[in-house]
């Protein structure tokens, strides 16, 4: 028996059980399919804010990726992997709106997103993320303030896992410069 109420997806401390929600969306229900998105929209709108460069073309991205999510969330073979599975359909997304000529462009801008959601060093940390190159860019922002791994980033952007430690470990120390740069007030663009 699950602790777990079935129509909103949370726990008696009030945690979601990603897990379920996953679970019963699989079996169609809508308000844990909604709930799944609820959850993770602030992520998608990361992820897709460093590849796109304005809020129309990033709410398309993230609209068709909450359709092909609702459509194939059957073909989810384990539910731990759905945010994994998720942020991979919005990069696809991403790059098939910058593979049609669309007059989108990789921005400067990362996101911004209400104070009160981030504290100050995120806020910080984002804001620095800004003067590294994209593809440094989009493994910091994936490792750390998603909380992804180097096994589960590979497998997000389709890089070996190699790849993507040492875009890790070389994002690190060009964003370590640059921030040094920047606190000295030298600049650094």
């Known amino acids: 028996m699950s602790v777990i109420p079935k129509k909103t997806g949370q726990s008696y401390k009030g945690v979601v059980d990603v897990d379920m929600l ?59 992997y759905f945010k994994t599975w998720m942020i991979r359909i919005l990069i696809n997304k991403c790059k098939d709106s910058l593979n049609l000529g669309k007059k989108i462009y990789f921005t400067d801008e990362i996101l911004e997103v209400p104070v009160q959601e981030m504290d100050f060093d995120r806020m910080e940390f984002v804001e620095l993320l800004k003067i590294v190159d994209e593809k440094y860019r989009t493994i910091l922002l994936l490792y750390y303030l998603e909380g992804f791994n180097t096994r589960e980033i590979s497998e997000i952007l389709e890089l070996n896992e190699k790849t993507v430690q040492t875009r890790l470990s070389r994002g690190r120390d060009l964003f370590s410069k640059k921030y040094m740069m920047e606190m000295k007030g030298v600049g650094c663009r």
């Open 22 to 80: 996953v679970m019963r969306a699989r079996s169609k229900d809508k308000e844990a399919f909604v709930k799944l998105m609820e959850l993770n929209m602030q992520s998608m709108y990361k992820v897709a804010k460093a590849y796109l460069k304005n809020d129309e073309d990033v709410a398309d991205a993230i609209q068709d990726t909450i359709l092909i999510c609702y459509e194939k969330i059957g073909d989810l073979k384990k539910c731990k």
